[in-house]
């Protein structure tokens, strides 16, 4: 409950004043007004004036030392019966037209809360201007004359011209391609006995969210399939406020310390001379900062790792990185790390099929994401979280407030606390996905910060970005940033203002607002109040110094075939960079990581191994574990279904109808997403004399946006296939990515004349030939198609 103060003295009696004293807004009596009054300004003055004597001074005042007050703040002093004239900000506001409406409902900011509120449709109305002037002609602008000159009267026209004109922001400095859906959270048990968060407290519970998945260095127009990081943000409308957890989807970052963003970020975006590349590491600043930074070279590692080439936004796991704390209704803290883990599985491309896709369809991930939510196949994950306590901490062979550090599986297994389903879609790309306003900084009660150097930087970041971003400090009053729970505060103006605010006071304490909005005292956010008593230094501590047991820890987790993507990647990356001794400190680095590694990479590159760089640290700590089988890919296969995958189903004239349509039925009954794929799109004539409509073709469709291909039997359609080298690149990249293949009867010929080796005892799984019936064989080709991809198939160079 708010503190209420005394009750203060009532006026003299016998003191008299003209009521209409009570009518100017500038000097006043001495003594507030005869109470028998009945002039409205007068009886207003009186309720002031009564309930500004209820506070005759702050009694929170004295309480607001020490450290009882810094744990556990008392609440702010109300005026018990604040009388509602005396909170308006007029009288007048008891009228009412259309537009004005009424006065503010007690307590209530109507600026925030659900997007109802700002939800627009024009079925069935007419076009206006934005003064709501309906406009007769939109085809015209106002001539002198049918030939005559423009008229610079016409204000519909300069009206929609100036608009056009400003349609865009800034993008985001960092993370500006992204894509973002709405859905929401559900808690499978509480975890009160950690955290007092509210999304949290029950098992069931639902709470609201937005999440956009974002590449980092490409610009907003860039592909979406560049190898770089993924974020994954996450922004929770509690009942007790936003909470957004910003994260990526690798569990560490390539940095220590806050200071060194700006250099990261400069390093990795086109170079400065000429804007080139676009979307990519690959090029000369980005490595040459990286291997002067040797505590990148753990996240070195998920870089070029197939992570970085997500097969879909939601085949990836997610990460919050920083070690975070929890804190409970009793003020007792845990350190905690949140994880994201996809229903899906977690999957990726190959680098050559992301290539190929980044040219035929940059919008590969934004598609799929938004494709996969309006067919209802929601995507889901499981947010998972790794408790452990200070004391735990302080243990381990590395430091948790280091962001290039995870804390192994084996060591804190990571516990399912509750799912994010994503099942939204926003109606305008704009209003929502782009002028959504993600913060590290937004954190609820019973979530707190650690001293994580790298989270510091970041608490400040994310809006002094988003203030010239979005135009102001007021984004957070966008429908999209905008809370569930109320907002109530005495900040105020500033551009693009919304809320319109009731009342005079417009600070605290106040007497004159009824001493609201009030402090909640511990109901409230209270920071965890960890002790500190350090000198003030510029430094690092020295655990911070040891870098590479974790990169090794991670490439010795990785099966062969995901250890050869890494140095393929490195291969491919350093080969762009055009300064031999940047390329040089590269492999010299990861010798301290890895040999082997770094023994391929020389080799990839035809350059001599050279020595090992020197390390910070030279006696490294001991690492508690060599392995971890949770990082790779394989650990994580998902449902082991086929819904969402997309096949193609190739056909020509001549193609057996029947079991196309066998093979297309069964796959769609497992909640695949099928599509015929022929020369050109419509009909095409099938062996039996029925038609196909195919809805995709060799060329606007090539094999990299499929997971798996099906070519019927038909000996005339195989004929034409064969002939048009669309196909035979169709099926050689669905092989060379390691995709599942289906070749029904004559359809193996299209297979041999691709190139394709096509053996009956093959230990390649991905590759069916059938001689047989439609029905069988797509049996098989759903249980290949469920592994994703077949890498047994891999041969460097490659042989298709
Ligand atoms: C000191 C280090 C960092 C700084 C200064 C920083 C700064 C920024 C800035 C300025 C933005 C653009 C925000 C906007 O315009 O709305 C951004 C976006 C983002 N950052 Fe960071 N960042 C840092 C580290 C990280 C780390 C470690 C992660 C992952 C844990 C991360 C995840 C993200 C994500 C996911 C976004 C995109 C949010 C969205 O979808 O709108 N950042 N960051």
Not at 60 to 67: F, N, P, Q, V, Y
């Amino acid at each position: 409950m708010p503190t209420s103060p005394p009750t203060g003295k009532a006026p003299r009696p016998g003191q008299k004043s003209a009521d209409s004293a009570f009518k100017n807004t500038d000097s006043g009596p001495a003594l507030p007004p005869d109470p028998a009054s009945r002039e409205p300004a007068a009886q207003k003055a009186g309720n002031t004036a009564r309930m500004a004597q209820e506070m005759p001074y702050n009694p929170t005042k004295a309480k607001e030392h020490g450290r009882e007050n810094a744990t556990s703040p008392l609440p702010g002093a109300v005026t018990p019966s604040a009388p509602r004239d005396a909170l308006a900000s007029t009288p007048s506001e008891a009228n009412h037209t259309a537009k004005y409406g009424d006065a503010a409902e007690s307590g209530v900011n109507a600026a925030g809360g659900s997007l109802n509120r700002v939800r627009a449709d024009s079925s069935g109305q007419t076009l206006t201007t934005n003064q709501g002037v309906t406009v007769s002609d939109n085809q015209n602008s106002l001539k002198a004359g049918l030939r005559g000159p423009a008229l610079l009267k016409d204000f519909i026209l300069r009206e929609k011209i100036t608009h056009f004109d400003h349609e865009r922001i800034p993008e985001r400095v960092v993370h500006a391609r992204g894509s973002g859906a709405h859905g929401y959270f559900e808690c499978y048990e509480p975890l009160t006995k950690y955290t007092r968060a509210s999304i949290f407290a029950e098992k069931g519970k639902i709470t609201p969210l937005f999440t956009r998945f974002s590449t980092v260095a490409g610009e907003r127009g860039s592909k979406d399939t560049a190898r770089d990081v993924r974020g994954f943000a996450v922004k929770f409308y509690t009942d007790e406020g936003n909470w957004d957890l910003v994260g990526n989807n690798m569990p560490v970052f390539f940095i220590q310390d806050a200071m060194k963003f700006p250099d990261l970020v400069h390093a990795v975006k086109p170079e400065p001379h000429h804007a080139m590349p676009q979307a990519a590491s690959a090029h000369d600043t980005y490595w040459d900062f990286v291997s002067l930074m040797p505590e990148s070279t753990h996240m070195l590692m998920w870089q070029m790792s197939d992570r970085a080439i997500p097969r879909s936004f939601r085949m990836m796991q997610g990460f919050g990185v920083h070690t975070f704390r929890l804190v409970n209704e009793a003020g007792q803290s845990v350190f905690v790390k949140f994880h994201w883990d996809p229903k899906l599985g977690t999957h990726s491309l190959v680098w050559d099929e992301a290539v190929k896709i980044g040219g035929a369809d940059p919008d590969f991930n934004r598609r799929d994401l938004w494709e996969a939510i309006d067919a209802g196949d929601y995507p889901e994950w499981e947010l998972g979280v790794q408790i452990f306590t200070e004391e735990e901490a302080e243990k381990y062979s590395f430091d948790v407030l280091d962001a290039t550090k995870i804390v192994p599986e084996e060591l804190v297994p990571v516990q399912p606390v509750g799912r994010m389903v994503l099942n939204r879609n926003p109606d305008n790309f704009f209003a929502e996905t782009e002028q959504v306003a993600f913060c590290a900084a937004h954190v609820v009660p019973g979530i707190d910060f650690t001293n994580d150097p790298l989270l510091a930087g970041r608490i400040h970041s994310y809006v002094d970005t988003q203030i010239s971003r979005l135009g102001g400090p007021n984004f957070h009053e966008l429908p999209i940033n905008a809370p569930l729970a109320p907002v109530h505060n005495n900040q105020r103006d500033g551009m693009h203002r919304q809320a319109i605010h009731r009342g005079r006071a417009s600070y605290e304490p106040n007497s004159l607002g009824g001493g609201c909005p009030f402090q909640a005292g511990t109901a409230g956010f209270v920071s965890f109040p960890e002790p500190v008593q350090q000198d003030e230094v510029r430094g690092k501590p020295e655990k911070f110094a040891e870098h590479y047991n974790q990169a090794r820890l991670f490439y010795e987790s990785q099966a062969p075939f995901e250890q050869q993507h890494i140095a393929d990647a490195f291969r491919f990356e350093l080969s762009k960079v055009t300064v031999a001794a940047v390329r040089e400190r590269v492999v010299s680095m990861l010798r301290n990581a890895s040999e082997d590694l770094a023994s391929k990479v020389a080799e990839g590159l035809g350059m001599p191994l050279p020595e090992a760089m020197p390390k910070a640290l030279e006696r490294s700590p001991e690492p508690e574990i060599e392995q971890s089988p949770r990082l790779s890919l394989t650990a994580r296969p998902g449902d082991g279904g086929i819904r969402t995958r997309k096949v193609a189903i190739m056909i020509a004239a001549g193609t057996d109808g029947a079991s196309a349509w066998t093979i297309a039925n069964a796959l769609q009954a497992e909640g695949a997403v099928v599509r015929f794929v022929g020369p050109r799109i419509g009909p095409i004539a099938t062996s039996d004399g029925d038609q196909i409509d195919a809805d995709a073709s060799l060329e606007n469709q090539p094999a990299v946006l499929f997971d798996g291909v099906v070519v019927p039997d038909g000996a005339d359609a195989i004929g034409i296939l064969v002939a048009d080298g669309r196909a035979r690149e169709f099926i050689q990249d669905q092989y060379r990515h390691c995709k599942t293949i289906l070749a029904l009867g004559n359809a193996a010929t299209l297979l041999t004349q691709s190139g394709i080796e096509v053996t009956p005892n093959s230990q390649d799984k991905g590759l069916l030939i059938s001689a047989g019936g439609a029905k069988e064989a797509t049996q098989k080709f759903i249980q290949a198609l469920a592994k994703h991809r077949h890498f047994e198939r891999e041969t460097l160079p490659p042989k298709v």
